[in-house]
């Protein structure tokens, strides 16, 4: 089945860094979304990416659609402790309405 | 506006019972997906539904099923569970309006099979 790459794993911050995670995949998406976890919740809508190129922002966050709709990425910036979670993007394939394929996730942790 | 909502939020069964789950989609939103997040497999689309109807179906066999009702809330059911079964379930509502593809999740429900 369909795939999405997602790096890296994982990642330890300390609060004021940038953190930056990407996923990229053989399928052209159409929409590219964002979410973030935590523990014994549902994923949280983070960022809606819908264009080709199209960089859009929420606050520290900022991700983009990648030119050739293959891969996309998000941005935190001056990250703060309550970031901590897991952060999965999602990717929609044309024609496939309610069907978002995931990558496997980045844990962001915090620098002991 | 009221989010996502499931119900129940944790399930315990034994091998070869059945499970049916519930998910009531935020006001004004009509399609309706579920997905089954294990730490081996990540999150995995199980199916979705639209105006009653079943859309689009992930890779998952015949014991996995659902419905949407007219009021647009889902339910999922699973026929003789498997210890494999065991895993966070996931619904999502999304308005699915022209190019809007935004789903929103609920908490999901924690089942457990022994």
């Known amino acids: 089945g369909q795939q999405l790459n997602q790096s890296p794993q994982s990642m330890f911050i300390q609060e004021g860094e940038d953190v930056s995670m990407n996923c990229t995949s053989s399928s052209i998406f159409n929409t590219w979304l964002w979410y973030k976890q935590d523990p014994g919740e549902g994923p949280v809508l983070l960022i809606a990416?819908?264009?080709?190129?199209e960089l859009t922002s929420n606050g520290r966050l900022t991700a983009q659609f990648g030119i050739t709709r293959k891969d996309s990425f998000l941005n935190i910036s001056a990250s703060i402790p309550s970031d901590v979670g897991i952060y999965f993007c999602?990717?929609?394939?044309?024609?496939?309405?309610?069907?978002?394929?995931f990558g496997k996730g980045t844990k962001l942790s915090v620098k002991p | 506006k009221a989010g996502v909502t499931q119900t129940p939020r944790y399930l315990i069964k034994t091998r070869g019972q059945q499970v049916t789950l519930s998910c009531s989609p935020i006001?004004?939103?009509?399609?309706v997906s579920w997905y089954q997040q294990t730490p081996g497999q990540g999150l995995q689309f199980l199916f979705e539904y639209f105006s009653e109807t079943q859309r689009n179906k992930g890779n998952f066999p015949g014991r996995f099923s659902g419905r949407q009702f007219s009021n647009s809330r889902s339910e999922m059911n699973v026929s003789t569970l498997e210890l494999g079964d065991s895993a966070l379930y996931l619904c999502?509502?999304?308005?699915?309006?022209?190019?809007?593809?935004?789903?929103?999740f609920g908490p999901g429900t924690r089942l457990t099979v022994l």
């Open positions: 006001s004004g939103h009509r399609s």
């Open positions: 999502a509502s999304s308005l699915d309006r022209g190019a809007n593809n935004e789903q929103f």
């Open positions: 999602a990717g929609q394939l044309r024609g496939s309405q309610g069907n978002l394929i």
């Open positions: 990416l819908y264009k080709a190129g």
